[in-house]
């Protein structure tokens, strides 16, 4: 007992913070009048991470959020509005990372300010950097995806 | 978590709370006095002599067997001042490591704490020494941080891998402390106390705080409980 009570002031503590920063994205499209209108796809997919090999795919959604990159200065990440489709847009996004101390438990975090993003034109009109800093606030949207109708 | 202003106002309250039981214990011991007053000689009125002790806290060496991540080892030194106040310095030093998945850093500390600490009792003869106490320190200490090696798990786009270089910077912190001495032998002496402590500049702690601060505690927490427990030598004149 007395050997607990010695050893008890210096527990270890576990990571309760274990989701990486993420981005996040919603589609919208221009009507008649030019103006942006939120919208929804019926079945859209993102394939990003190292080699291209992680897949989302959320039908009748809004947008989208994927991780990012640890500590990169690019990625690259592929979207399609329809799963069905064989247009795939590649978007190239540049940003400039910075690392964040979380604890002791957690270590770093690395998040990161968007710079630009390129993209190809299959099904896409335009990407916008709305909110560059991607962080821990997890109810910003960082990017907005305009469709092509 | 308590935010800065409410640590440091607990902390307040906490030692005015304790330095205001001392009039209580006073007031009780004078009464007891009183009642023994032609058996007790006239010592309020003798030269404080310079009687010293020295001591080591075995309780560091306990916890540094025990623990794996931190060896310490801390002594003090105090001396009387006044008839119910000593004046101590205490000094230490730690080495700490981390070792987790995603970070590995060692650091070393030295510290140095200095303060009073008021008797709660009077003395009963004269040379009578053993007391309970209650104490405040100010204590500041040097931590060296070598280079920080991290891991940031990330199946997705793939593991980070990095190194923060190595750092080295200042901390103080304010303490309560409160305990009892008692003298074993002659000249020998243990006791306990129990220590709560405030960091002064708790920012310098945010990123990649020490597993363990000498004097202090964990460095990750603006605040920390503590004790020790001293075996002591005293010399000098009683």
């Not at chain 1, 990625?75 to 604890?103: G, H, K, M, N, W």
């Not at chain 2, 030093?93 to 009077?122: C, I, M, R, W």
Request: include cysteine; aromatic fraction near 14%.
């Amino acid at each position: 007992m007395s050997l607990s009570f010695f050893s008890s002031c210096t527990q270890q503590s576990y990571c309760l913070d274990v989701l990486l920063p993420e981005l996040r994205s919603y589609y919208s499209t221009l009507d008649a009048n030019g103006k942006w209108v939120d919208t929804t796809l019926q079945n859209p997919s993102i394939r990003f991470g190292a080699n291209g090999n992680y897949l989302t795919s959320i039908q009748n959604s809004h947008g989208f959020a994927i991780p990012i990159p640890q500590g990169q200065n690019s990625f690259t990440i592929y979207f399609r509005t329809d799963s069905a489709s064989a247009l795939v847009d590649t978007l190239q996004i540049v940003c400039e990372p910075y690392r964040q101390f979380i604890s002791k438990s957690c270590g770093y975090r690395y998040y990161a300010t968007l710079q630009s993003c390129t993209f190809t034109h299959h099904q896409l009109d335009s990407v916008l950097v709305v909110h560059p800093s991607v962080n821990a606030d997890i109810t910003l949207k960082h990017l907005q995806f305009v469709i092509r109708k | 978590m308590l935010s800065g202003n409410k640590m440091l106002f607990g902390f307040f309250f906490l030692a005015m709370s304790l330095l205001s039981c001392y009039p209580v214990f006073a007031q009780a011991n004078e009464g007891a006095k009183d009642s023994t007053r032609s058996r007790i000689p006239k010592i309020e009125k003798e030269k404080i002599p310079g009687y010293y002790r020295v001591g080591v806290d075995i309780s560091k060496w306990v916890t540094s067997f025990i623990q794996s991540n931190y060896k310490t080892a801390e002594m003090q030194i105090d001396r009387r001042l006044r008839q119910n106040v000593y004046g101590a310095i205490e000094m230490g030093y730690a080495h700490a490591s981390l070792t987790t998945e995603k970070l590995q850093y060692q650091t070393k500390n030295a510290f140095v704490s200095v303060g009073p600490d008021k008797t709660l009792f009077n003395r009963l003869f004269p040379g009578d020494i053993e007391n309970a106490m209650v104490g405040m320190r100010y204590g500041m200490s040097w931590v060296q941080r070598a280079d920080a090696q991290y891991t940031i798990a990330d199946s997705i786009w793939g593991n980070t891998q990095g190194m923060v270089p190595s750092t080295s910077f200042f901390c103080h912190w304010i303490e309560l402390n409160a305990g009892f001495r008692l003298e074993v032998k002659k000249n020998v002496f243990a006791g306990w106390n129990i220590r709560f402590r405030g960091m002064l500049n708790q920012q310098k702690l945010k990123e990649l705080p020490p597993a363990y601060i000498a004097g202090y505690g964990s460095g990750e927490k603006p605040t920390s409980l503590g004790y020790n427990f001293y075996v002591m030598y005293g010399f000098g004149r009683r």
